[in-house]
């Protein structure tokens, strides 16, 4: 799948969360919705992009947003590293990359000389009807929350 624009249907996603709660793109209609992407669980960049979306929760719900992150890792690992940096958001396990690849942001990528296959990080902005606002592939873990408050604050 190619790379998601404004105006494009967000794709469906039915995943289940860190509590093993099955967590739907439905359940956000009505609510604008920050649907970020990262690699891997309790890792540095993720961390801090993590702990950077928890510290602005309340800023983001003043502006009617809604967050849930979305990796290839277990629910009991998201489960620990929710508990670990107390993130209280959904984390949703994409084990199998089908919610990735419908997003564009599963991918070839390159560390070290070796190419494999991973999670480009990547956050999008859904509007209350479910489609696009903002796309931003390779984002790094800083910029997430302060792209999102830009373009919640035009």
């Given at each position: 799948?190619?790379?998601?624009?404004p105006?494009?249907?967000?794709?469906?996603?039915?995943?289940?969360?860190q509590?093993?709660?099955?967590?739907?793109?439905?359940?956000?209609?009505?609510?604008?919705?920050?649907?970020?992407f990262?690699?891997?669980?309790?890792?540095?960049?993720?961390?801090?992009?993590?702990?950077?979306?928890?510290?602005?929760?309340?800023?983001?719900?003043?502006?009617?947003?809604?967050?849930?992150?979305?990796?290839?890792?277990?629910?009991?690992?998201?489960?620990?590293?929710?508990?670990?940096?107390?993130?209280?958001?959904?984390?949703?396990?994409?084990?199998?990359?089908?919610?990735?690849?419908?997003?564009?942001?599963?991918?070839?990528?390159?560390?070290?000389?070796?190419?494999?296959?991973?999670?480009v990080r990547?956050?999008?902005?859904?509007?209350?009807?479910?489609k696009?606002?903002?796309?931003?592939?390779k984002?790094?873990?800083?910029?997430?929350?302060p792209?999102?408050?830009?373009?919640?604050?035009?």
């Open positions: 799948m190619g790379k998601l624009s105006g494009d249907p967000a794709p469906d996603f039915q995943l289940p969360d509590a093993g709660k099955v967590v739907k793109l439905a359940d956000f209609q009505g609510k604008k919705l920050l649907v970020y990262f690699p891997k669980a309790d890792t540095p960049g993720c961390t801090r992009q993590a702990c950077s979306v928890r510290d602005a929760r309340e800023d983001l719900a003043a502006l009617g947003l809604a967050v849930v992150g979305l990796s290839p890792d277990a629910p009991e690992r998201q489960r620990k590293f929710d508990a670990k940096y107390g993130l209280d958001f959904p984390l949703l396990s994409d084990p199998d990359h089908r919610v990735a690849q419908a997003y564009g942001v599963w991918a070839e990528k390159s560390m070290y000389g070796k190419k494999a296959f991973g999670i990547s956050s999008f902005l859904i509007d209350e009807k479910g696009i606002i903002r796309s931003w592939y984002v790094s873990p800083e910029d997430t929350v792209l999102v408050r830009e373009a919640l604050e035009r």
